[in-house]
T-cell receptor, first 114, second 112 residues
Framework: DGGITQSPKYLFRKEGQNVTLSCEQNLNHDAMYWYRQDPGQGLRLIYYSQIVNDFQKGDIAEGYSVSREKKESFPLTVTSAQKNPTAFYLC?????????????FGDGTRLSIL | KQEVTQIPAALSVPEGENLVLNCSFTDSAIYNLQWFRQDPGKGLTSLLLIQSSQREQTSGRLNASLDKSSGRSTLYIAASQPGDSATYLCAVRGSSSYKLIFGSGTRLLVRP
């Protein structure tokens, strides 16, 4: 089955700790995205990547970092510089060619502070 | 700066009712508009994508319309069922970016 896998489902971060959220897709999509969702709000874009070894900041990139070494994988690191990391994190992917293609989403990782 | 608003924030209807969810956006220069469904604690499922040149899209009991000039889209759900209970989000993609700008969603409850 093709899809996007996010892990872990739940993650706890201690003060001063960096944590990494995993996102893997087997849809052969070129573009991948990370979003943050806070309670009762829509999604806000953190980072996106249209091609391997290239990525761009979204609207709320401060305190986060990403890498795109493989087409299938787009991990997100929440650094200690992100002072309010508690949120629901969603990874998505899409075809780039053609333009009018929907984004497909994983089931999310819920990050909390210990 | 593009802003997307969804009204109402929450809606409760009896089973079988037809209903309309609203989405408005401030910049009409969009590439497309998408409607998503989100179940509690889950990711988003794409329901319908309307290209900027289109007026509507249909899938089963769902129909989405787009009026770019007035900055509005509606999602019409016919003969609602309890299984339709979820949060519905709309998102617009700008004409010069791959970014999606999301509304905060409408939480729908369909009562049996």
């Amino acid at each position: 089955d093709g899809g996007i896998t996010q892990s872990p489902k739940y993650l706890f971060r201690k003060e001063g700790q960096n944590v990494t959220l995993s996102c893997e897709q087997n849809l052969n999509h070129d573009a991948m995205y990370w979003y943050r969702q806070d309670p009762g709000q829509g999604l806000r874009l953190i980072y996106y990547s249209q091609i391997v070894n290239d990525f761009q900041k979204g609207d709320i990139a401060e305190g986060y970092s990403v890498s795109r070494e493989k087409k299938e994988s787009f991990p997100l690191t929440v650094t200690s510089a992100q002072k309010n990391p508690t949120a629901f994190y969603l990874c998505a992917s899409s075809i780039v060619r053609g333009g009018n293609q929907p984004q497909h989403f994983g089931d999310g990782t819920r990050l909390s502070i210990l | 700066k593009q802003e997307v608003t969804q009204i109402p924030a929450a809606l409760s209807v009896p089973e079988g009712e037809n209903l309309v969810l609203n989405c408005s956006f401030t910049d009409s220069a969009i590439y497309n508009l998408q409607w998503f469904r989100q179940d509690p604690g889950k990711g988003l499922t794409s329901l319908l994508l309307i290209q900027s040149s289109q007026r509507e899209q249909t899938s089963g009991r769902l129909n989405a319309s787009l009026d770019k000039s007035s900055g509005r889209s509606t999602l019409y759900i016919a003969a609602s069922q309890p299984g339709d209970s979820a949060t519905y989000l709309c998102a617009v993609r700008g004409s010069s970016s791959y970014k999606l700008i999301f509304g905060s969603g409408t939480r729908l409850l369909v009562r049996p």
